[in-house]
């Protein structure tokens, strides 16, 4: 019995083994060919290419400095959601993109006779990218912010304040999407005089960052 069905299948299958041809064997490898296309790894995405999307989370903490009121030092954590917006261009170690940033703060405490819970966010972020270095990309950046607090801060003047900041720092692609990022920002904490006495808050902000490019 089982010889019998062997025989048949032999015989049905013959047909189409007497009509294979070169063009059917083409039709497969380039079926093939366009599944691997398909199936192959993602171009890689990062700082130095246009149109990639950051996702980062980011940590820190800041130390006074002179041109304000003192005692303020703080820790503050961000998310940040960065566009590149163009491609490299630019001569040399100049060469570079320009990425727009913006930035929710969920978590801020400052130290000011006691303990200061904030949070905010900074709408405004651009930043420079130097891609000239396929591993270490250097960028400066600018932007600003708002920042409601727990209580006014500094002590006598507001509980909400602008946020101007703006730095240096660099990014170590990891892999092909995954960069870690440290820097170093100069923030100001200020009313800008919505309240009177304005004295501000000047600080260094010391950061580590882990972002995800898309």
């Known amino acids: 019995m089982v010889e019998s069905a062997f025989a048949l ?35 890689a995405q990062g ?18 400095l002179p041109g304000g009121v003192r005692g303020g030092a703080f820790w503050a954590a961000q998310l940040r959601w960065g566009k590149v917006l163009t491609a490299p261009h630019g001569p040399g170690p ?15 405490v400052l130290h000011q006779n006691g303990a200061v819970y904030g949070g905010g966010f900074n709408p405004f972020f651009w930043q420079y990218n130097f891609t000239s270095h396929p591993r270490i990309v250097p960028y400066f950046q600018v932007g600003g912010g708002m920042l409601w607090t727990s209580r006014d801060f500094p002590a006598g003047t507001s509980s909400f304040n602008f946020t101007p900041q703006g730095g240096i720092g660099a990014y170590w692609v990891r892999t092909e999407r995954s960069t870690v990022a440290l820097g170093v920002r100069f923030h100001h904490i200020s009313n800008a005089g919505i309240t009177k006495p304005n004295p501000g808050h000047n600080a260094l902000y010391f950061y580590a960052g882990l972002s995800w490019w898309r």
């Open 9 to 43: 299948l032999q015989k049905a299958m013959t047909p189409m083994r007497d009509s294979f041809s070169w063009d059917a064997l083409r039709f497969v490898l380039a079926a093939l060919l366009v599944w691997g296309a398909c199936a192959a790894p993602a171009v």
């Open 47 to 64: 700082p130095g290419q246009s149109h990639s999307t950051e996702w980062a989370v980011v940590t820190g903490g800041a130390t006074d």
């Open 94 to 108: 100049r060469r570079g993109t320009l990425e727009y940033a913006f930035e929710i703060v969920p978590a801020m």
